[in-house]
């Protein structure tokens, strides 16, 4: 199971899960972590929260801990 967390600084969880700058997920059957770039959707006009879903989802991911995800996403 695939779990992401939102960061913009690959240290500390940001505050917000659509327009953060990457998002670190833990990859718990294979014991790894990578870095997902979600920059493009930073600075998206509209529809980050529902974009940077559909990234983590394409990525395997199956949970996400966020300290607050808006309604669309």
């Known amino acids: 199971m695939k ?3 939102p960061t913009n600084d690959k240290e500390k969880v940001s505050e917000i899960f659509g327009r953060t700058g990457f998002f670190v997920v833990f990859d718990l059957e294979n014991n790894t972590t ?3 770039n979600n920059e493009v ?3 998206a006009e509209q529809g980050a929260g529902i ?3 559909s990234l983590l ?3 395997g991911v199956m949970v996400v801990l966020a300290p607050h ?3 669309k996403a």
């Open 3 to 5: 779990i992401a967390i």
């Open 41 to 43: 959707n930073l600075n």
């Open 34 to 36: 990578e870095f997902i």
């Open 51 to 53: 974009q940077s879903a």
């Open 69 to 71: 995800v808006g309604p």
């Open 57 to 59: 989802v394409k990525n």
